[in-house]
C-alpha cells in the first residue's frame, strides 16, 4: 500500500458538535491521508458515528472545519441555532467523493438490487444510464452477487445486503469510503465475507474511515487506528502501537473486553 503525503484525503481541525446541550464531540483533529485506511474504535455513545457523519456533513459541526481533498466545507455557525451547509452544489460534490455504508445497509427496498446501483449514479451524478448499468453489473459480480441483480434487498441476507450496499457506494466511484459498524447487524457466520470485501478495498489503496468492533480488522487490515472516549481522541496510532503499547488504560480495558 502506498499511502501518499500530498494532500490529505480528509482534514478534520477541531471540530467539536453538540446535540442541543450535550456536547458528544471535543476538538478533534483527524487527518487522514490518501490511502490510509482509519479504524474508528471506541464504545457505544463515544462519537464514532457522528464523527463520521461530520465527515459527509449528514451532521453539521458546530465549530472547527472539514476538508475533503483540500477543499473545506462552506459552513454556517448561527447563534441559537443548528450550524448548517451554506453551499449545496459543494456539499454534494464532496459527499459523492466520500460515501457512506451503514450498519443497518439503507438498500431503497422498492427497488432491485440493481436499480439500487445506479440510482445515485444516473440521477444524482447525470451519468450514461448504459454504462452505469455495466459498471453495476461488474461491481455486483466483484462482490460476489451477481445473480442477486433482479431480487429486490428482502430477499438476500444480511451479508448479502451489506455487500450490496458496498458497491452501491462503489457505484458513485467515490475517493474515500465511510464505514460505520458494518459488520454489527450482521449473523456471524456472515461477517467473514463482507470484511473480505472491506479488505480488497482496502488492498487497492481506497482512503477508508471504517468504524467496528472487528479487532482483527482494526489490527491487520488498517493502517491507522483511533480511539474515541466521550468525545476526545485519546489513542491514535499504527495497529502495531497502540495495540502494543496503549497510552490510555481505557484502550487497554477495551482492547481486553473485545479479544476474542
Ligand atoms: P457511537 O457511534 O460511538 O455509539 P454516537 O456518535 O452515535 O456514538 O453518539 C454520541 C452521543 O451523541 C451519544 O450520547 C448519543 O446519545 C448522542 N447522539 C447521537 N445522535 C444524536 C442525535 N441525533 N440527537 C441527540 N443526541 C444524539
Ligand atoms: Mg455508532
Not at 459527499?95 to 431503497?108: D, E, G, H, I, K
Not at 451489506?162 to 457466520?189: G, N, V, Y
Request: with cysteine; hydrophobic share 40%; charged share 25%.
Amino acid at each position: 500500500m502506498t499511502i501518499q503525503t500530498c494532500i490529505p484525503a480528509v482534514e478534520i481541525a477541531r471540530l467539536e458538535k453538540s446535540y442541543g446541550s450535550l456536547k458528544v464531540l471535543h476538538d478533534i483533529s483527524l487527518k487522514a491521508e490518501q490511502g490510509e485506511v482509519i479504524s474508528i474504535l471506541g464504545a457505544s455513545g463515544s462519537g464514532k458515528s457522528t464523527l463520521l457523519r461530520c465527515v459527509n456533513m449528514l451532521e453539521v459541526p458546530n465549530a472547527g472545519s472539514v476538508s475533503i481533498f483540500g477543499e473545506e466545507y462552506k459552513l454556517e455557525q448561527r447563534v441559537d441555532q443548528a450550524a448548517r451547509v451554506t453551499d449545496r452544489h459543494q456539499l454534494q460534490r464532496l459527499r459523492s467523493q466520500a460515501t457512506m455504508v451503514f450498519q443497518s445497509f439503507n438498500l431503497w427496498s422498492h427497488l432491485t438490487i440493481l436499480e439500487n446501483l445506479i440510482e445515485a449514479p444516473v440521477h444524482v451524478q447525470h451519468r450514461n444510464r448504459k454504462v452505469c448499468i455495466a459498471e453495476a453489473e461488474a461491481l455486483l459480480e466483484r462482490v460476489g452477487i451477481a445473480d442477486k441483480r433482479n431480487a429486490y434487498p428482502s430477499h438476500l441476507s444480511g451479508g448479502q445486503q451489506q455487500r450490496a450496499a458496498i458497491a452501491r457506494a462503489l457505484a458513485m466511484h467515490p475517493r474515500i469510503m465511510l464505514f460505520d459498524e458494518p459488520t454489527s447487524a450482521l449473523d456471524p457466520e456472515l461477517v467473514a465475507e463482507v470484511l473480505k470485501v472491506m479488505k480488497d478495498l482496502a488492498a487497492e489503496g481506497r482512503t477508508m474511515l471504517v468504524v467496528t468492533h472487528e479487532m482483527s480488522f482494526a489490527r491487520n487490515v488498517s493502517s491507522r487506528v483511533v480511539f474515541l472516549h466521550k468525545g476526545y481522541i485519546e489513542e491514535d496510532g499504527t495497529p502495531a502501537e497502540v495495540f502494543s503499547h496503549p497510552r490510555s488504560e481505557r484502550f487497554r480495558q477495551f482492547i481486553s473486553k473485545h479479544a476474542h
